[in-house]
């Protein structure tokens, strides 16, 4: 979305360094936890006085604006985010936080280019999603699809709570910012619990056309295949530090009505890849609007961000954003105005689908797209059959 060279793919090694780290920390996670409480009862005193003012969690299926949105809203002087260089350390954050700029290490110093080959260029210093590793711990069926996926109002889980409210204000100490902000991708499926937990937080849903979105999900779907026949451990990290949207072994949410996802599973492991992840997206944000409809109070917490208004009315929508969030505008000019500038579409793939996959698309989105006011129909007709269907590999 944001504009650099993408149409030339880079290849992107893990240094055997952060590989093994992460696989360690991962394996000790419950050591890990432990010391990550204790840091806490160091830091008691000064955490007593810090609170997680107004959070703010972008999600919503990935593909859609996400992740330059994170790194947007990053820059803005009261905003504290996970980086990638936190996966190494994602339980202790201000001993981590303190101890790793001196630690003599080059590596992701300089921008690389992200692996989905998206234009965006990272750092370790990048705002990056490294939330959902807590997540997985305190909540091991987070991640299987025969478990109901949703997280409401009814959820408790003490243990969790206080572990990631102490998190949270950790990483505002030691940054020395006050507002968090989260790309919490799966946090679409758990926004009333996390209004449970922070009454005045902040949710910014986004959402791109079903026929759009299913054309760049495959596209990462085919670069995930790619990178596990090639380098899998690529993959392996991935998935260690939360990540499971793409690829083979992609992992979707259960919100309910088994039947249907388990008829999307058999879709997408017939290689029908195109046709599951259009019914996915139905199946999603379905749900998701009719949590809204019916819970009046979170939807006034949550605000929706089509991917098509970032791209084309980049400053309104920026805008919009600011006065969701409750950033202050003031500091964000010089910010605002390089995003304005930069936010664009793709220009290195173009959705083509044959004509009984788009119409298999219209029909499986169509009401659901209806209620964020996209004519889903009409973009299928100016998208046409231009060329063959990605294929599984």
């Not at 240094?15 to 996670?29: D, E, L, N, Q, T």
């Amino acid at each position: 979305m944001a504009n650099s060279d993408a149409k030339t793919p880079q290849k992107f090694s893990v240094p055997a360094p952060f590989y093994w780290s992460v696989r360690g920390v991962h394996a000790a996670a419950p050591l890990f936890v432990g010391l990550g409480n204790l840091e806490s009862r160091m830091l008691a005193r000064r955490l007593a006085a810090e609170h997680v003012d107004r959070p703010v969690y972008i999600c919503g299926l990935p593909r859609a604006g996400t992740t330059i949105t994170l790194q947007m809203l990053s820059e803005h002087p009261d905003v504290v985010t996970h980086k990638y260089a936190d996966f190494l350390m994602p339980y202790m954050p201000w001993v981590w936080n303190k101890v790793f700029p001196r630690i003599p290490v080059d590596a992701m110093k300089k921008p690389v280019p992200r692996i989905h080959r998206d234009r965006i260029q990272i750092t370790r210093d990048s705002a990056e999603m490294g939330e959902e590793i807590l997540w997985e711990h305190f909540f091991p069926h987070i991640h299987e699809e025969k478990n109901y996926s949703v997280l409401d109002g009814s959820t408790a889980n003490p243990a969790f709570e206080r572990f990631y409210r102490e998190h949270l204000c950790k990483l505002a100490l030691v940054r020395e910012r006050s507002r968090y902000v989260s790309k919490a991708i799966m946090c679409v499926v758990r926004m009333q619990y996390l209004r449970k937990l922070f009454p005045d937080a902040r949710f910014l849903l986004y959402v791109r056309n079903p026929i759009d979105h299913v054309a760049s999900i495959i596209k990462q779907d085919r670069i995930w295949a790619e990178i596990e026949r090639d380098d899998p451990r690529q993959i392996e990290i991935i998935e260690l530090t939360g990540h499971h949207e793409f690829g083979p072994n992609q992992v979707m949410a259960n919100v309910g009505r088994p039947e249907e996802l388990r008829a999307i599973r058999q879709l997408f492991n017939d290689g029908r890849w195109a046709e599951s992840r259009a019914r996915y997206w139905a199946y999603v944000y379905g749900f998701v609007v009719n949590q809204l409809d019916d819970d009046p109070e979170l939807a006034r917490r949550v605000c929706i961000v089509r991917y098509e208004d970032l791209c084309a009315d980049s400053a309104v929508t920026i805008d919009r954003i600011l006065a969701h969030t409750e950033l202050d505008p003031a500091k964000f000019t010089a910010s605002r105005a390089a995003y304005s500038e930069k936010l664009s579409f793709p220009d290195y793939y173009k959705p083509a689908f044959e004509p009984d996959v788009l119409s298999a698309i219209v029909a499986s989105t169509d009401a659901v797209a209806k209620r964020f006011d996209y004519d889903v129909a009409a973009i299928a007709q100016r998208v046409g059959a231009t060329s063959p269907a990605p294929t599984a590999p």
